[in-house]
Structure formats: C-alpha cells, structure tokens
C-alpha cells in the first residue's frame, strides 16, 4: 500500500504528539512492506527529519512552494499529489495546505486525518473538511466523541487507535506492531469505502477562515454565499 503521510509542523519549536508518534510509526508502516511518502514543509531545514534518516520513508519537501498564498499553492499541490496515486492521504499535522487539498485529490486516494488531543485545534479543519474525509483516527475515547459530536462526523467514520498501550512482557516492539496493525486495518477499510463510495471534487471549496489568503475573510465569506 502506498501512504502518503503530511506533518508541515516537524521541526517547529514547539514539540507536539505528532511528532514522538510519527518516527516509530513510519518505521513500522515500512516494516510491514508499506510505501510511505513523508510530506513536510518545503525549505525545511535537512536536521528537521533526522528522526526519520532509518525510517524507510521517501521524503517529500518540494511539492509546493513555500510562500505564496494558500489559493495558489494547494492547486499545485494537488497536481502533484495526484500525480504519486498514494492509496492513502493521512494528515497528521498540518497548517491550512494540508486540509485545503482534501476537495481537489482523486475520488480513489483514501483520506485520513488523526486527532491527537481534544481540542480545537483538530475540530475545525475535521469540520470544515469532513464531506472529504474518509474516515478519521482519534488516538483517545475524548477526541472520538469530538469527532463526532463537535465534528458532527458519522460515528461509523471514526475509528479508536491508542497510542499508549501498556508494554507487553519482555518489551521490544509489540506495542508499535499493534498500532501499526490497527492502521493498517483502519486504511484497508478506508480505501474500500474510497472505492465504493466516492466522493466528488471540487477546484474552489470554500476556505476555512484561519487560512492564509490573498483575500479578507469578508470577501471570502461572500464568494463562497455566491
């Protein structure tokens, strides 16, 4: 399976959940046979991935520009996207470019995003985008029901994957195997229902409002009642 996994947030001052959980988990994924494509922010600094050097993955870091407004970079970005064909799309941390694409990738790409902590800050961009989400992970029973309440997310969309198994006897990696199996089957579901149930598309989906835009918030507000 080809997994194309963005975190535009890996080498920012502050250290988040994502970043602890992603190293060992692309590990895994490439372990187990899985093409995994890390997407980063472009012009990223080469020490910034240095946790992912053993970790199997394709690193990406030029599949848009870095400045430019969000209305110009997510349309390249989506061509280019498109263009790797990743069985999955999975956001695990991301500013606005990494949500903004989710209306203009192929019906057939499977689209994932985790939520780490109840919060805010993963509500929003699951709400706004939710029409194009194929499912979405929350790594506790809190973010779940967020998902669905905050999110007004089916709950059948949701899936429960805890990053904080308690270790097995004799250590080692058991605990990351079974993390890594319940993605697995969580992506295996989604990309079945990608297929079965595809969603449509579209060039000029409203932006949410944190979005870096060439327009003020007034006037996007406008285009998108029009």
């Not at 997994?3 to 959980?21: C, K, L, R, W």
């Not at 993390?179 to 000029?204: G, H, L, M, Q, W």
Request: aromatic letters at 10%; proline letters at 7%; a negative charge.
């Amino acid at each position: 399976m080809r997994i194309a996994v963005i975190d535009t947030t890996i080498g920012s001052e502050t250290t988040n959940e994502s970043h602890v959980f992603l190293p060992g988990f692309i590990r895994g994924l490439t372990a187990a046979g899985h093409e995994v494509r890390l997407i980063g922010a472009p012009a990223a600094a080469e020490e910034t991935f240095r946790p992912f050097e053993d970790s199997g993955a394709i690193l990406e870091t030029d599949l848009w520009q870095a400045d430019g407004f969000v209305e110009e970079t997510a349309p390249v970005f989506a061509q280019r996207l498109n263009a790797l064909a990743p069985d999955v799309y999975l956001i695990s941390a991301s500013d606005d470019i990494g949500w903004v694409v989710l209306p203009m990738l192929k019906p057939a790409i499977a689209t994932l995003a985790i939520g780490y902590t109840d919060s805010e800050a993963f509500y929003l961009p699951v709400r706004h985008y939710r029409a194009f989400l194929t499912r979405v992970v929350g790594v506790t029973p809190e973010v779940c029901v967020g998902y669905v309440l905050s999110c007004v997310l089916d709950k059948e969309k949701v899936e429960w994957i805890s990053h904080d198994e308690p270790e097995p006897p004799g250590g080692g990696d058991e605990n990351l195997r079974k993390i890594v199996e319940s993605y697995e089957n969580c992506f295996e579901k989604a990309v079945a229902e990608a297929k079965n149930f595809p969603r449509e598309t579209y060039s000029d989906y409203p932006l949410m409002e944190t979005c870096r835009s060439r327009f003020p918030l007034w006037l996007r507000k406008l285009k998108a009642k029009l």
